[in-house]
C-alpha cells in the first residue's frame, strides 16, 4: 500500500519541523522540509547579489540554478550547485530571504515541480506554508500547527542560542511575526490553514503531546 502524504503547515516557529521529524520517524516515513528549498534559492540570491524582490532576475536565476535534497542517515541535506547549504541557511537573515523570493510566481513555479516529485510516492511528512492548500490539496492527512507570537519567538531565540547565536529575543520574535505578515499577504499561495486541516496550538503543549495529538488524528483519518 502507498503510504499517506502528510502536510504539516504553519507559521514560523510553530515546531514544524520538531514534529514533523518525530513523527516521521514514528512512522518510517521521510521528512521534508520544504521551507531549506526557499532558503536555497534566497541563498543563491544573496550569493549573487541579485535584488531578492526582482521578478525578472528570478526568474533567470531559477531557470539555471540546480537545488537538490538528499537524505544522510535520516537527515535532509540540502545543496545549490553542488555547495552543500544546509547550515549556511538556518540563519535569521536567510529566513526573511527566503520569505521576500517566495512571492515570486517564477520561484514558487519551480519549487512547486521539486516538492511534488519528492512527493508523490507517499511515505512522507512534509512541513511548509502551503503544503495542503497548494502543493498537495489532496493530502492524506492536514494540519495547521500554530502557537503564539510570543511563544513561537522564544522557541526559535532558544533553538538559534543553543547553536552558539548571541540573539535577542525581542528581535527575533519581531523578525517571525514581520515574516509570517509577509508570508500570509502574499498573492500567490499565501500561508493559511486549508479547509480540512486539522488546527493544533501548540502554545502550552509539551512535544510529546503535539506528536501524540498528530498520531492520533492520523489514526483516525486513514483508517
Ligand atoms: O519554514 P522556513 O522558516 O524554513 O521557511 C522559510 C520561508 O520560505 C518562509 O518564511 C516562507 C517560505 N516558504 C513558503 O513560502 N512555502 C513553503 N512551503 C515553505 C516555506
Redesign the pocket.
Known amino acids: 500500500m502507498k503510504g499517506l502524504v502528510i502536510a504539516i503547515d504553519g507559521p514560523?516557529g510553530a515546531g514544524?519541523s520538531t514534529i514533523a521529524k518525530l513523527l516521521s520517524r514514528r512512522l518510517g516515513y521521510t521528512y521534508i522540509?520544504?521551507?531549506?528549498l526557499?532558503?536555497a534559492i534566497g541563498w543563491k540570491a544573496r550569493q549573487e547579489g541579485v535584488d531578492p524582490t526582482d521578478e525578472h532576475v528570478l526568474a533567470a536565476l531559477c531557470s539555471r540554478v540546480d537545488v537538490r535534497l538528499r537524505y544522510e542517515n535520516g537527515s535532509q541535506r540540502v545543496s545549490v550547485d553542488g555547495a552543500d547549504v544546509t547550515d549556511a541557511i538556518r540563519t535569521p537573515e536567510m529566513?526573511m530571504i527566503?520569505?521576500t523570493v517566495?512571492k515570486s510566481p517564477a520561484v514558487r513555479a519551480r519549487l512547486l515541480i521539486i516538492q511534488r516529485s519528492l512527493g508523490e510516492q507517499g511515505s512522507v511528512v512534509m512541513d511548509?506554508?502551503?503544503?495542503g492548500t497548494v502543493?498537495f490539496p489532496d493530502a492524506d492527512v492536514k494540519f495547521f500547527l500554530d502557537a503564539s507570537a510570543a511563544e513561537r519567538g522564544r522557541r526559535r531565540w532558544r533553538e538559534l542560542k543553543d547553536k552558539g547565536m548571541d540573539v535577542d529575543v525581542n528581535v527575533i520574535t519581531a523578525e517571525i511575526t514581520a515574516?509570517d505578515l509577509q508570508?500570509s499577504g502574499r498573492d500567490i499561495?499565501p500561508l493559511k490553514q486549508a479547509s480540512d486541516a486539522a488546527y493544533v496550538d501548540s502554545s502550552t503543549m509539551t512535544i510529546e503531546q503535539v506528536v501524540d495529538r498528530l498520531m492520533s488524528e492520523i489514526e483516525r483519518r486513514s483508517l
Open positions: 514560523s514544524k522540509d520544504t521551507g531549506a526557499y532558503r529566513g527566503a520569505s517566495s511548509g506554508r502551503d503544503i502543493v515574516r508570508d499561495a
